[in-house]
């Protein structure tokens, strides 16, 4: 599948051509995250940082962006990371993996030298877990290239990739010759590589055509692209649907899901479902039955609007993060999986009803007459409740009471219950 490539320089997203002469700029990063995030994982990367361009206190001028980027889609992030200290921050703040590299080579080793920053990569690896590592193996003239490209560290590729695989779940490979100029990557070297590691392998550097990822992907490589995106030559629709298995069956099954994980449907699609599911931005199916191309909800109005569609590591199932508009089963039923008429109650789904008691206040809707000042108090007034509570049944009273104040406490404050477990998440990682 293909990844798509945010390369910050400056505080703008920009493309280089062999990672020196500028190409191309843009300044709407947040624009082209949520843009990429629907077909698949999105690389952050600081050039500033991997050119060592820092401020005293490690920052650069692409740190608060970056830092905006990772929870809004499936980050990994890379560029300068040196340190463990700065690897596990960066995963607290949302980083899905981080990219090392430089850092996890020794520059010119001896002959009996250990190629790899070992002592680094094992403090790394306890740290923050090997699945949670990229090693780059960018290659220049055949060996493995550091320093932001700036100079080789007289490692051949292969040896540095065969060497690296131990320390990560993935490699990124780089053909720095042929990185922006939209020349095509070296497939032979690439099919070299394949050959020589078994870990998860993402190319990029020169790739500039549908044919070429499909190739690439072929191989059992994903692929990593900027210049081709920016410039119009790939677009993310046809690569995601290209790289989906279709030697193996004629229909991928698609799972629908929600934004909170509940599972809602499973259909088929083909290619004409997945085109229309991406232009229409409503998940489409092909219906087996009457042999048509099928919207969900196209008749009543029920439709499942589209977050993000995602392949599993065989690229013969999708799954789909929908929004449901309405219920999903033909039944009346919420989910295709049981008898239930509404959504299951989540802190998500109570406070959407909230957001809709303020929005379109009811004439004696409580909920639209707490201010700021009441809600506060039956705070304060619903916890001393709860400490107090002395059997089950109370508790789980003062609980579900408690909650409901802090949810309108939230909504008043524009408090998301993401933001809320991102946090949680970020002290859980840290």
């Not at 206190?57 to 905006?68: Q, V």
């Not at 394949?194 to 993402?202: A, P, Q």
């Not at 931005?281 to 048509?292: A, E, Y």
């Not at 109650?345 to 639209?368: H, V």
């Amino acid at each position: 599948m293909v990844i798509s490539s945010i390369d910050l320089k400056d505080g703008k997203v920009v493309q280089l051509k062999n990672g020196k002469d500028m190409v191309l700029e843009r300044d709407n990063p947040v624009e082209l995250i949520q843009e990429f995030n629907r077909y698949g994982e999105t690389a952050v990367i600081d050039l500033d940082a991997a050119l060592g361009n820092t401020a005293p206190d490690g920052t650069t001028a692409n740190t608060d962006i970056l830092k905006s980027l990772l929870r809004q889609g499936s980050v990994r992030v890379g560029g300068g990371i040196r340190t463990v200290k700065k690897a596990k921050e960066l995963v607290s703040l949302g980083a899905e993996k981080v990219i090392i590299g430089s850092a996890a080579f020794n520059t010119h080793p001896s002959g009996n030298g250990d190629i790899l920053n070992t002592a680094f990569l094992e403090e790394l690896t306890a740290a923050i877990g090997r699945q949670r590592i990229i090693i780059a193996v960018d290659a220049l003239n055949g060996e493995i290239a550091v320093k932001g490209w700036t100079e080789t560290a007289g490692i051949p590729l292969l040896d540095g990739a065969r060497a690296a695989e131990k320390y990560a779940s993935e490699l990124l490979f780089t053909c720095v010759e042929r990185e922006g100029c939209m020349t095509g990557t070296d497939m032979a070297l690439v099919q070299q590589l394949r050959n020589s590691v078994s870990c998860r392998l993402t190319a990029a550097g020169g790739v500039s055509s549908l044919e070429e990822v499909t190739a690439l992907e072929n191989l059992g490589c994903d692929v990593q692209l900027g210049m081709a995106l920016y410039t119009g030559a790939v677009s993310l629709k046809d690569a995601f649907i290209s790289c989906l298995n279709w030697k193996k069956t004629p229909m991928i099954p698609v799972i629908a899901q929600s934004t909170a994980g509940e599972v809602l449907m499973m259909g088929f699609a083909n290619r004409e479902a997945f085109e229309k599911t991406f232009s229409s931005g409503k998940l489409t199916f092909w219906s087996r039955t009457r042999n048509v191309l099928w919207t969900k909800g196209e008749h009543s109005g029920n439709y499942l609007e589209v977050v993000k569609l995602r392949a599993d590591c065989d690229r013969d199932t999708v799954l789909a993060t929908v929004i449901p508009h309405g219920p999903v089963c033909h039944t009346g039923s919420w989910n295709c999986f049981t008898s239930e008429a509404d959504a299951a109650s989540t802190m998500e789904r109570l406070y959407g009803i909230i957001a809709e008691r303020f929005a379109n206040p009811k004439p004696g809707s409580y909920t639209a007459t707490l201010d700021g000042e009441r809600v506060r108090e039956k705070i304060e007034e619903e916890a001393e409740e709860l400490t107090e509570a002395e059997t089950h049944e109370d508790v789980v009273w003062e609980c579900a009471d408690l909650l409901y104040f802090i949810n309108v406490l939230m909504y008043q404050e524009q408090v998301t219950w993401k933001q809320v477990l991102d946090e949680l998440d970020r002290r859980h990682k840290k």
